[in-house]
């Protein structure tokens, strides 16, 4: 009995031990092929192929090898003698009228890869290894040709979502746009799929030719086949371009031919409120309004209305909220109305008290710590706009250790950090933030990298001050709506005596973040020649400043929105789509570029 155990762990061993010797030889094969050390490869992969004929990795990567190193007749005897054992092994045909096409042998080329194909008629087994080739070597037209030969032979074969790629490579939209469609007419399930494929081509800009394309295919097939899946791929490109509207309008065709769920519309309405155009979500939350049973979902969709009401500056807002708190009564349902009236109490109508008795009556209605959680991150919003930083830094606090995890915990820690940076606390703050830049939230993320380089690049080195604690004093006065006192306390840092030690102005360091606070103060307070100027001095004294991009934009907005200087507002916009080619601003700046010339979009 210990004979065969012996045994039977010896030859095991021996197995594993070959195994693993053989995974490490083609990972060293591999890592000299990958560096251009075709030599070392090929007697490597020459070894496994040897051990092993079958392995067709192996074998590729020989033959490959040989002709990095110009060794040709060595790669097409090994395949002709591979072909003469293994007549079925069709792919191989592949691989040697590639070989005679590295030699410009283009006749005896095609004639190679014409057998592959014509192999196909005869046995399909390796026509999706012929087809990968093909399209490995980028010999395209060959590829499309041996996946429709395949299903030709065999009915229940499917590659044309293969094809479909291969026609985006070639760029043939027209024909890749074809293909996805007309599986996705087949097949409804196959919508996330097409999605999927043809966001790879398509962007934001709305005039790109590629996206009117597909839209006119899709219209298209709305048109001679009307179904769900093409309004949802037209309304999802609208999405893409910010054209809200119209994605709004393919939503409710879709509603009304379904009439069973809001989501969609919810959705589109939330991105199009986070995306700032406001009349698309206003259209959205207002047809939810008028047409939901549901009553949580009405007052879900009004406390939008309610918001966008504030963000547009309504004067009816007060109004607003007394007639949804009279129709939905102040229970637990209406917590998040409570929540919104709080903030628009404080910081539109610098009114706090009464927005800590608001919030403290809506913590009686709160039965979980997540709604809890809510509440008290906006009564210490509120304390921080009354300086009762210290109070409110123990609810964020709270927030933290309560809800471990959940979203409202990393906006508390921001909150945290952003509180420290008022105060001056900057190694607080930035010690809240290094771990906030990796949150899962984006938008946390990218306000914690924000904050976190905008202390890093301005904050005193060597005890030498640099301005950042006036700026942050700056940015808590406009936070607390103090936009005069916030101006002023600017100002005072271009005195001729604001200079510190070793005769360093705080300017040298800081000026550039100065002048762009100041510019958005004197926007907020309507004084839109003043901070154009603001904005120009940035780029006076540096065109190439990491702001330069943000500044144009906000030029161009205000000669556009506020001063209906379209000549002007052109001429900064320009600027962005020629000189800032990368600029986040891009699209949209085209696109109020081309509006203002009266261009069709």
Same mark, same amino acid.
């Given at each position: 009995m210990?004979h065969y155990?012996l045994?039977?762990?010896?030859?095991?061993?021996?197995?594993?031990?070959?195994?693993?010797?053989?995974?490490?030889?083609?990972?060293?094969?591999?890592?000299?092929?990958?560096?251009?050390?075709?030599?070392?490869?090929?007697?490597?992969?020459?070894v496994?192929?040897?051990?092993?004929?079958?392995?067709?990795?192996?074998?590729?990567?020989?033959?490959?090898?040989?002709q990095?190193t110009?060794?040709?007749?060595?790669?097409?005897?090994?395949l002709? *003698?591979?072909?003469?054992?293994?007549?079925?092994?069709?792919?191989?045909y592949?691989?040697?009228?590639y070989?005679?096409?590295?030699?410009q042998?283009?006749?005896?080329?095609?004639?190679?890869?014409?057998?592959?194909?014509?192999?196909?008629?005869?046995?399909a087994?390796?026509?999706?290894?012929?087809?990968?080739?093909?399209?490995n070597?980028?010999?395209?037209?060959f590829?499309i040709?041996?996946?429709k030969?395949?299903?030709q032979?065999n009915?229940?074969a499917?590659?044309n979502?293969?094809?479909a790629?291969?026609?985006?490579?070639?760029?043939?939209?027209?024909k890749?746009?074809?293909s996805?469609?007309n599986?996705?007419?087949?097949?409804?399930n196959?919508?996330?799929?097409?999605?999927s494929y043809t966001?790879?081509?398509?962007?934001?800009?709305?005039?790109?030719?590629?996206?009117?394309l597909?839209?006119?295919?899709?219209?298209?097939?709305?048109?001679?086949?009307? +179904?769900?899946?093409?309004?949802?791929?037209?309304?999802?490109?609208?999405?893409q371009?910010?054209?809200?509207? +119209?994605?709004?309008?393919q939503e409710?065709a879709?509603?009304?031919?379904?009439?069973t769920?809001?989501t969609?519309i919810?959705n589109?309405?939330?991105?199009a409120y986070?995306?700032?155009?406001?009349?698309?979500?206003?259209?959205?939350?207002?047809?939810?309004?008028?047409?939901?049973?549901?009553?949580?979902?009405?007052?879900?969709?009004?406390?939008y209305?309610?918001?966008?009401a504030i963000?547009t +500056?309504?004067?009816?807002v007060?109004?607003?909220?007394?007639?949804?708190?009279a129709?939905?009564?102040?229970?637990k349902?209406?917590?998040?109305l409570?929540?919104?009236?709080?903030?628009?109490?404080?910081?539109?109508k610098?009114?706090?008290?009464?927005?800590k008795?608001?919030?403290?009556?809506?913590?009686?209605?709160?039965?979980?710590?997540?709604?809890?959680?809510?509440? +008290?991150?906006?009564?210490?919003?509120?304390?921080?706009?009354?300086n009762?930083f210290?109070?409110?830094?123990?609810y964020?606090?709270?927030i933290?250790t309560?809800?471990?995890? *959940?979203d409202?915990?990393?906006?508390?820690?921001?909150?945290?950090?952003?509180?420290?940076?008022?105060?001056?606390d900057?190694e607080?703050?930035?010690?809240q933030?290094?771990?906030?830049?990796?949150a899962?939230t984006?938008?946390?993320?990218n306000?914690?990298?924000?904050?976190?380089?905008?202390?890093?690049?301005?904050?005193p080195?060597?005890?030498?001050?640099?301005?950042?604690?006036?700026?942050?004093?700056?940015?808590l006065?406009?936070?607390?709506?103090?936009?005069?006192?916030?101006?002023?306390?600017?100002?005072?840092?271009?005195l001729?005596?604001?200079?510190?030690?070793?005769?360093?102005?705080?300017?040298?360091?800081?000026?550039?973040d100065?002048?762009?606070?100041?510019?958005?103060?004197?926007l907020?307070?309507?004084?839109?020649?003043?901070?154009?100027?603001?904005?120009k001095?940035?780029i006076?004294l540096n065109?190439?400043?990491?702001l330069?991009?943000?500044v144009?934009?906000?030029i161009?907005?205000?000669?556009?929105?506020?001063?209906?200087?379209?000549?002007?507002?052109?001429?900064?916009?320009?600027?962005?789509i020629?000189?800032h080619?990368?600029?986040?601003y891009?699209i949209?700046?085209?696109?109020?570029?081309?509006?203002?010339?009266?261009?069709h979009l």
């Amino acid at each position: 009995m210990k004979h065969y155990v012996l045994t039977f762990f010896i030859f095991f061993s021996s197995l594993f031990y070959a195994q693993s010797d053989g995974e490490n030889s083609f990972f060293l094969a591999e890592t000299y092929y990958r560096e251009g050390a075709y030599e070392k490869a090929s007697q490597l992969f020459k070894v496994l192929y040897q051990k092993n004929a079958f392995n067709t990795t192996y074998l590729t990567r020989l033959i490959s090898c040989y002709q990095e190193t110009e060794r040709f007749e060595e790669a097409e005897r090994l395949l002709k *003698n591979k072909l003469k054992t293994h007549k079925d092994h069709s792919y191989l045909y592949v691989l040697l009228g590639y070989n005679f096409e590295k030699q410009q042998q283009q006749i005896k080329a095609e004639q190679n890869y014409t057998k592959a194909i014509n192999a196909i008629e005869v046995n399909a087994n390796y026509a999706s290894i012929i087809a990968r080739l093909f399209k490995n070597y980028n010999l395209l037209d060959f590829a499309i040709l041996a996946y429709k030969k395949a299903m030709q032979k065999n009915i229940n074969a499917n590659f044309n979502f293969q094809i479909a790629q291969i026609y985006g490579e070639q760029g043939a939209y027209k024909k890749m746009f074809t293909s996805y469609l007309n599986l996705l007419d087949k097949e409804k399930n196959y919508l996330n799929l097409v999605q999927s494929y043809t966001s790879r081509y398509l962007t934001e800009d709305a005039d790109n030719k590629v996206n009117i394309l597909f839209k006119k295919q899709v219209l298209q097939k709305a048109i001679s086949n009307p +179904k769900n899946e093409w309004n949802i791929l037209l309304s999802w490109l609208f999405t893409q371009q910010k054209e809200y509207d +119209k994605a709004f309008v393919q939503e409710k065709a879709l509603f009304q031919r379904n009439n069973t769920s809001f989501t969609r519309i919810f959705n589109l309405g939330k991105i199009a409120y986070n995306s700032k155009n406001f009349d698309a979500a206003e259209e959205c939350f207002n047809f939810i309004v008028e047409n939901t049973l549901e009553k949580e979902e009405k007052i879900e969709a009004e406390l939008y209305v309610v918001n966008l009401a504030i963000a547009t +500056k309504k004067t009816n807002v007060a109004a607003l909220f007394s007639s949804l708190f009279a129709k939905y009564g102040i229970t637990k349902q209406t917590i998040g109305l409570q929540i919104a009236y709080a903030d628009y109490l404080t910081f539109v109508k610098n009114n706090p008290e009464e927005a800590k008795i608001v919030l403290q009556k809506a913590m009686s209605f709160a039965d979980s710590k997540f709604e809890k959680g809510r509440i +008290k991150l906006k009564l210490a919003d509120v304390l921080v706009f009354t300086n009762t930083f210290n109070k409110a830094l123990i609810y964020y606090s709270q927030i933290q250790t309560q809800l471990k995890g *959940n979203d409202l915990a990393q906006q508390a820690r921001f909150k945290v950090a952003q509180t420290s940076y008022f105060k001056g606390d900057f190694e607080w703050a930035k010690a809240q933030l290094k771990v906030l830049k990796s949150a899962t939230t984006q938008k946390i993320a990218n306000d914690a990298t924000d904050l976190f380089l905008k202390i890093t690049d301005n904050e005193p080195v060597d005890s030498i001050p640099s301005g950042l604690k006036q700026y942050a004093k700056a940015e808590l006065l406009s936070y607390q709506n103090k936009n005069e006192e916030a101006l002023q306390l600017l100002s005072d840092l271009f005195l001729p005596n604001a200079i510190f030690k070793n005769g360093v102005s705080a300017l040298d360091v800081i000026y550039d973040d100065v002048l762009f606070l100041k510019a958005k103060l004197l926007l907020k307070e309507g004084r839109f020649l003043e901070a154009i100027s603001s904005l120009k001095k940035i780029i006076a004294l540096n065109n190439e400043s990491f702001l330069a991009d943000d500044v144009y934009y906000l030029i161009a907005e205000t000669y556009n929105f506020h001063l209906n200087d379209t000549e002007k507002a052109k001429e900064f916009y320009q600027k962005i789509i020629f000189d800032h080619s990368s600029s986040i601003y891009l699209i949209e700046a085209r696109k109020k570029f081309r509006k203002l010339r009266g261009e069709h979009l």
